[in-house]
């Protein structure tokens, strides 16, 4: 059964901190690259940050170029679980956060979204000023 599990949302002051997780259970044959992206009301999808399993030259990762400071995307136990560490949060970052998991080919841009195919449920980040 494939399934993708978000947790650690939810509301922080600005410049706080939150760590989001998702754990996965998916065929490990459909999948190279996982990722989190977000969706504010009104606004488009948006990919915040993913990471890519290369074959034996290990993972890379790639972000938004206007959070590549603050936020960092690792992963564990061969993508069973990735995290999404968000500091010096702002209220823009305001959203619903969703991860995601796919199958890509590899791209020194990174993955797109449409490459992603599993879905989580997401989970709510509000950041107050």
């Known amino acids: 059964q494939v399934q993708l599990v978000e947790s650690g949302g939810g509301s922080v002051q600005a410049g706080g901190s939150l760590k989001l997780s998702c754990a996965a259970s998916l065929p490990k044959a459909s999948v190279n690259c996982m990722g989190w992206f977000r969706q504010a009301p009104g606004k488009e999808r948006e990919r915040v940050a993913t990471?890519?399993?290369?074959?034996?030259?290990?993972?890379?990762?790639y972000y938004a170029d206007s959070l590549r400071v603050r936020f960092t995307i690792s992963q564990d136990n061969a993508m069973n679980t990735v995290y999404l560490q968000m500091n010096s949060l702002k209220p823009e970052a305001t959203a619903m956060y969703y991860c995601?998991?796919?199958?890509?080919?590899?791209?020194?841009?990174?993955?797109?979204?449409?490459?992603?195919?599993?879905w989580g449920q997401g989970t709510q980040v509000t950041v107050s000023s």
């Open positions: 995601a998991a796919g199958l890509a080919p590899f791209r020194g841009t990174g993955p797109s979204g449409a490459d992603f195919r599993y």
């Open positions: 990471i890519y399993r290369r074959g034996d030259r290990g993972y890379y990762t």
